[in-house]
């Protein structure tokens, strides 16, 4: 599992980083403060404080591809 923050600023960030998200078969999640949802879902991610930084949880061992693919989010 590889964990790093991310920024999402606006409604496309969001959408952006959801549609890379759902390239990938394996399960990614975001935290944010007590809040864990499914990286995979917008309507999940809109329900977070997008005003600090995310927390984000890879759940496979290899992720290079797509660490690379969102390097732009991340803080």
């Given at each position: 599992?590889?964990?790093?923050?991310?920024?999402?600023?606006?409604?496309?960030d969001?959408?952006d980083?959801?549609?890379?998200?759902?390239k990938?078969?394996?399960?990614v999640?975001l935290t944010?403060?007590?809040y864990?949802?499914?990286a995979?879902?917008?309507?999940?991610i809109?329900?977070?404080?997008?005003?600090?930084?995310?927390?984000v949880?890879?759940?496979?061992?290899?992720?290079s591809d797509?660490?690379?693919e969102?390097?732009?989010?991340?803080?």
């Amino acid at each position: 599992m590889k964990a790093f923050n991310i920024m999402l600023k606006s409604i496309n960030d969001v959408k952006d980083f959801v549609n890379i998200v759902n390239k990938y078969d394996f399960d990614v999640d975001l935290t944010s403060g007590r809040y864990v949802v499914d990286a995979k879902s917008i309507m999940g991610i809109f329900s977070l404080d997008l005003s600090k930084p995310i927390r984000v949880e890879v759940h496979v061992d290899e992720c290079s591809d797509f660490c690379q693919e969102v390097k732009s989010f991340i803080v």
